[in-house]
């Protein structure tokens, strides 16, 4: 009887994810450059600066996974992270939307449709830094060189700009902020276990990395 409600188990968890796997919203690319006129005032602009919660620049998000990109701009619509224009963007999206502006983005990392050149070696990071790394695990998740997560729905960090990683880092620390904040458990764990200036130590290094992320100005911006 255990052997059989054990099956029944496994067949049901089966059955649920190959159901996820069907509902998932396939992302056109092509749509999706027609749906990015929200995103190009930060994302189109190289080296743009948003000031809330505090002056950083904001993410290079071309070449980023679009599997990731839809994650967050989820988590935005939920609430998870906590950014009021973003969560305004993000409301504004359909499912379709976001599956199209992820593809688009995704894309849009590629020199005339050729992927960016893999990643090459790591630069040897410091006893200071190659602690901090081996204590928060970074690469179980983000993968070699940080630029191969190791499930799509997370992020490319290598090579993102440093005070932005710095950022979002602080803000899986932030507890009962309306306005700021992220809900992850497994992130609010790791960055617990740093101070603030280590923090800034990482982000400093993941950022001298080659990761493929980039900024790509729209014609307007050039």
Do not use: W
């Not at 960090?157 to 992220?182: E, S």
């Not at 609010?188 to 900024?215: C, H, I, M, P």
């Amino acid at each position: 009887m255990k052997k059989k409600l054990t099956m029944i188990f496994a067949l049901a968890v089966a059955f649920a994810a190959v159901q996820l796997h069907a509902q998932e919203t396939k992302g056109d690319a092509q749509a999706g450059e027609k749906k990015v006129a929200m995103c190009l005032g930060c994302h189109g602009i190289p080296g743009y600066q948003a000031s809330f919660p505090e002056v950083y620049k904001v993410p290079k998000i071309s070449g980023q996974g679009a599997k990731y990109i839809v994650s967050a701009l989820d988590a935005y619509r939920k609430g998870d992270r906590k950014h009021p224009t973003m969560r305004g963007i993000a409301d504004s999206l359909s499912d379709q939307d976001i599956a199209d502006v992820a593809a688009y983005y995704e894309a849009s990392g590629h020199d005339d449709g050729i992927a960016a050149a893999a990643p090459g070696p790591l630069p040897a990071p410091s006893a200071q830094v190659a602690g901090l790394l081996q204590k928060g695990a970074c690469v179980s998740c983000h993968g070699d060189n940080f630029a191969k997560p190791l499930d799509p729905s997370y992020p490319k960090i290598a090579g993102q700009h440093a005070d932005y990683l710095y950022v979002a880092l602080k803000a899986y620390k932030t507890d009962k902020n309306p306005q700021v904040g992220r809900s992850n458990g497994v992130m609010a764990g790791v960055a617990r276990q740093f101070s603030n200036t280590e923090l800034k130590t990482l982000a400093g290094y993941v950022s001298t990395l080659d990761g493929g992320l980039k900024t790509v100005p729209e014609p307007g911006f050039r």
